[in-house]
């Protein structure tokens, strides 16, 4: 999932790909050195078994939670220099690690090493009339790259993610988790070590600071494809100045909308968990969309409960009139035309009541980012429509925003969620960092 990708000063997200002083010698170098390593790592693992590679993701979960009070004592360090900076609250969540979300992670390891490899499936296969027989057979795309920040988990879900899909992955997490990821990257590199497989297979390219992830973005033909996780400005930074295919992931302006048939009792926990189970992530929601005809019903309640949640409410004329009636005071400010199209990742929600189905999808249509849309009815017509007529990469129907997740959607974990259409498409799990070939067996076939 996304986040704001900002230096902890609150830095332009262009100037978030890194500002780290270089240490000696040249850059470009360094980097292509890192970068022909990879590829040679990706090589031997290309012809590892499955049972070697889940091997590797248990011994690297377990070498996770040994280490679990040295990683949370790096972690320590990048919060003090984050709250020291000013980052913000989200950002700060993101960045925090203890022992039970190492856990966590490592859990998600565990999970992987249990999921089908994709490595040497067949997509589809025949039998030409000269005798030819085809098969399209999934293989690792070879060296992954990474840029993100303040976001040390995603460290380990892309290390594990690209061993298992056969890959060698580059990682630029970034000033604001240095600390920690350069534990992290040491710690899963010794268990690759460990269990026989090549540490390169997992690199940081954090100490090359910026200029490090410019060469990484030049490094086309030893990089196949990299991927920018984080806010808008960042992605499309590195979209534009990026020679290496890159795979675009987007921003979270997500919608919710309560249709006129919505059961009130279900749509107003749906409403509160998008919006406030975690706020600083992609699959949040930010705009709640109300039909006319269950306002009446729905507002109160939902106004409600958000308040006891402390959700700031960013409302039309119609959720202004209701503010005041809420028990304890709402907080409110009346809805600008930039409300509808933010992205808050904090306790802040857009809300505007609607007339009809056609102009919640015309709403929607105008300002969503294309990641993630829910709505809450009990009609099939609108069902239908909904999931028809809207373009985003998830289209959730009466459950939260939040299932977004590629372990929510049983893909263990995700590498990003791609709001592209070419090649992958919402959340990126191992079949999403491979890409396929043709083998072509004959028996002395020439071309007439």
Known sequence: MSETLVTPAQEPASAAIGSAATPGGSVGVAVTDVARAAKKASRVLATATRATKDAALLAMADALVADAPRIVAANAEDLERGRATNMTTSLLDRLALDETRIGAIAD????????????????????????????????????????????????????????????????????????????????????????????????????????????????????????????????????????????????????????????????????????TQRTGVCNAAETLLVHRDVARAFLPAVLAALREEDVTIHGDDDVAAVAPTVPGGLRFEAATEADWETEYLSLDLAVKVVDSLDEALEHISRYSSGHTEVICTQDVTSVRRFTTELDSAALIVNASSRFTDGGQLGLGAEIGISTQKLHARGPMGLAELTTTTWIVEGDGQIRE
């Open 108 to 275: 998600a390891l565990r999970e992987l090493a249990a999921l089908p490899d994709p490595v040497g499936e067949v997509v589809r296969g025949s039998t030409l009339p000269n005798g030819l027989r085809l098969r399209q057979v999934r293989v690792p795309m070879g060296v992954v790259g990474m840029i993100y920040e303040a976001r040390p988990n995603v460290t380990v879900d892309a290390a594990g993610l690209a061993l298992k899909s056969g890959n060698a992955v580059i990682l630029r997490g970034g000033s604001a988790a240095a600390s920690s990821n350069a534990v992290i990257v040491g710690v899963l590199g010794d268990a690759l070590a460990a269990r026989g497989l090549p540490r390169e297979l997992i690199q940081s390219i954090d100490a090359y600071g910026r200029a490090g992830a410019v060469e990484l973005m030049r490094a086309r033909g030893l990089v196949d494809v990299l991927v920018p996780r984080g806010g808008a400005d960042l992605i499309q930074t590195v979209v534009r100045e990026s020679v290496v295919p890159v795979i675009e992931t987007g921003v979270g302006n997500c919608h919710i909308f309560v249709d006129a048939s919505a059961d009130v009792a279900k749509a107003v926990p749906i409403v509160l968990n998008s919006k």
